[in-house]
């Protein structure tokens, strides 16, 4: 039981978080995904994030698209070969909030220990 009491304190942590606040669960892993699926050497399309994700419906996903470009963590760019598609890319300000998530996570690990 105090495994799940700890975990429950670091859950009421992370969400306490004002950013963290901003982002439902679908939008949170919409971002994760995108973070973590970037590479700076091939374009990620809008398309590409609804039909592979698997996060939610492909209306979900383009509204939490919207709402993590509204809040600075995503940028987009009209692709030059096909004006219809869009180029996703992670900002700064997303890698720097999955990076505090992490370094929480990992002090609550390193608490646990002691």
């Given at each position: 039981?105090?495994?799940?009491?700890?975990?429950?304190?670091?859950?009421?942590?992370?969400?306490?978080?004002?950013?963290?606040?901003?982002l439902d669960d679908r939008t949170q892993?919409?971002?994760?995904?995108?973070?973590?699926?970037?590479?700076?050497?091939?374009?990620?399309?809008?398309?590409?994030?609804?039909?592979?994700?698997?996060?939610?419906?492909?209306?979900?996903?383009?509204?939490?698209?919207?709402?993590?470009?509204?809040?600075?963590?995503?940028?987009?760019?009209?692709?030059?070969?096909?004006s219809r598609r869009r180029i996703v890319?992670?900002?700064?300000?997303?890698?720097?909030?999955?990076?505090?998530?992490?370094?929480?996570?990992?002090?609550?690990?390193?608490?646990?220990?002691?």
């Open positions: 039981m105090n495994a799940w009491l700890n975990l429950r304190e670091l859950l009421n942590l992370l969400a306490s978080d004002a950013e963290v606040k901003k892993r919409v971002l994760e995904w995108v973070v973590t699926h970037h590479d700076p050497h091939q374009p990620m399309y809008v398309q590409h994030i609804v039909s592979q994700s698997g996060v939610a419906s492909p209306a979900t996903i383009h509204k939490a698209l919207g709402l993590l470009e509204r809040c600075g963590y995503l940028n987009f760019e009209v692709d030059i070969v096909d890319s992670p900002m700064p300000k997303a890698i720097a909030l999955l990076d505090k998530l992490d370094k929480r996570v990992n002090q609550w690990v390193e608490s646990l220990k002691h």
